[in-house]
């Protein structure tokens, strides 16, 4: 990893979206142990995967992981904090009035 | 700024982003008809090696009791819609309500989904059992939730999209204890919420105008167990509690009330029909998670200081300002909003002694 420079890697995935009553969630998991790391990127490719309602799929694909530089893993480590009041129920509505 | 799902509010932007995504959804002749909302969530990591070392070793007995509380899922079969699920008259809804009462439900549907999303990556990383096991028990119930939530989303029309996985995401950075700050108050100021609105349409069910409602008590209850949970967990390293980090837990406090303050008050049809008066929620939501929070928390903030209700709609005021100016009106809105919150943050707290024992009851 450069201090400056991103880099790219390919990365086999599995997507999960569940849209079921039960449980709505959405996963994505590297086949290959391929780990995150803060300012990372990751771009899963081909077309959007819909669940239709009541149903959980399940999709094997690839993802390009675009590793972010030194300075900006160091930067993201230092601000993303900031961003952290997102984690808040009710904090999610950007509109001041509706 | 990101754009987030609960900014989309119109069909045509709807439709447009819609168009945009070629949507090729399998069910896509019903689902035409429905206004398309994507879902956002955010990503991020953390230092998965300092929670890796977390060691429950201190709270065991605490602990498992709550783990096996959250394993027997007293939830389970609540989730369900029955015979209480009153027909809703969407179309009869007056307009303005509609339009924040749909906000309400997307934008709480989005937090539950990121709370899963963020749970579950945790659970994924992490190796020390007994967190891994928590997480996963915490992303399962909010994914729960949000598929509850989504339902009554479909009955208004709106239908969630969750393309988003296939678009290019950017995974940003929270230290662990800000994590267990944020989320902790995240779910016991939860709770306060729903349980507040809760006892309050049990005293007046001529204002629940939509069935939901009723589902608030057993729900809060998983968002109480889950602050349990990341109670025990700063219990379990003194340091999270002292020193500077007192004014970091002050810092979350009087963010998380300022924010509840100012994202209520941009729902005022919404309170209305509940019958409740905003600046009466917020003090008995605050005065509730205060007292909750003394389980853990050396501080609580001095919500009667006759600083504080001022100076909350000093924020609320410069925030509403803020949204339709620009340049040097905008700039003075900011500075008007960031003095109050200072205002907000410099009254001095009230302390106390942490007790020995962590564990609450949900008691009201």
């Given amino acids: 990893m450069g201090l400056l420079t991103k880099e790219f890697e390919r990365a086999p995935c599995t997507v999960e979206i569940s849209h079921k009553f039960e449980s709505l969630h959405a996963h994505v998991r590297f086949n290959n142990g391929a780990v995150i790391h803060p300012g990372d990127e990751v771009q899963v490719h081909g077309p959007e995967i819909m669940a239709p309602f009541g149903e959980i799929v399940s999709e094997d694909r690839e993802a390009t992981i675009i590793r972010a530089s030194k300075l900006e893993q160091l930067w993201t480590r230092l601000t993303g904090d900031f961003e952290v009041m997102e984690l808040c129920e009710f904090s999610f509505s950007e509109e001041v009035t509706l | ?364």
Avoid at chain 2, 75 to 92: Q, R, S, Y
Avoid at chain 2, 183 to 207: C, D, M, V, W
Avoid at chain 2, 223 to 248: C, I, Q, S, Y
Avoid at chain 2, 345 to 354: D, G, L, M, R, Y
Wanted: net charge negative; with cysteine.
């Fill in chain 2, 1 to 364: 700024m990101n754009k987030h799902t609960s900014d989309i509010t119109d069909a045509e932007e709807s439709l447009a982003l819609q168009q945009a995504q070629s949507v090729a959804d399998s069910d896509a002749a019903t689902e035409l008809a429905m206004q398309n909302t994507l879902l956002t969530p955010r990503f991020y990591t953390t230092d998965f090696d300092e929670m890796d070392r977390i060691d429950v070793t201190p709270v065991r007995a605490e602990w498992d009791d709550l783990i096996a509380d959250m394993v027997a899922d007293p939830n389970k079969g609540h989730f369900k819609k029955n015979e209480d699920w009153d027909h809703v008259d969407w179309d009869g809804m007056e307009p303005e309500l509609k339009k924040e009462f749909l906000d309400f439900l997307i934008s709480s549907c989005t937090a539950e989904f990121s709370g899963c999303v963020l749970y579950k990556e945790m659970k994924r990383r992490g190796s020390n059992s007994d967190i891994t096991q928590l997480f996963q028990l915490m992303a399962r119930d909010e994914a729960r939730h949000a598929g509850f939530i989504n339902d009554a989303l479909r009955e208004a029309g709106v239908a969630v999209n969750l393309g988003f996985l296939t678009q290019k995401k950017k995974y940003t950075y929270f230290r662990p204890k800000f994590i267990y700050y944020a989320t902790y108050l995240s779910e016991k100021i939860g709770y306060a919420r729903y349980i507040t609105i809760f006892r309050h349409l049990e005293a007046n069910p001529q204002h629940r105008f939509h069935p939901i409602f009723k589902w608030f008590e057993e729900w809060c209850g998983d968002e109480f167990r889950h602050g349990e949970a990341f109670a025990l967990l700063m219990k379990t390293d003194p340091k999270l509690t002292r020193g500077f980090n007192v004014f970091w837990i002050k810092f979350f406090l009087t963010a998380v009330y300022g924010t509840m303050y100012v994202r209520d008050h941009q729902r005022p049809a919404f309170h209305k029909a509940l019958g409740v008066d905003p600046d009466w929620y917020a003090h008995e939501v605050f005065t509730k998670t205060s007292k909750m929070t003394e389980q853990i928390f050396p501080i609580t903030l001095d919500i009667e200081h006759p600083r504080w209700q001022r100076n909350l709609e000093r924020l609320q005021k410069a925030n509403v300002d803020m949204a339709g100016a620009t340049g040097l009106k905008k700039i003075g809105a900011q500075v008007r909003a960031g003095m109050a919150f200072v205002a907000l943050f410099t009254i001095p707290v009230k302390k106390h002694q942490a007790p020995a024992s962590v564990r609450l009851e949900p008691v009201y």
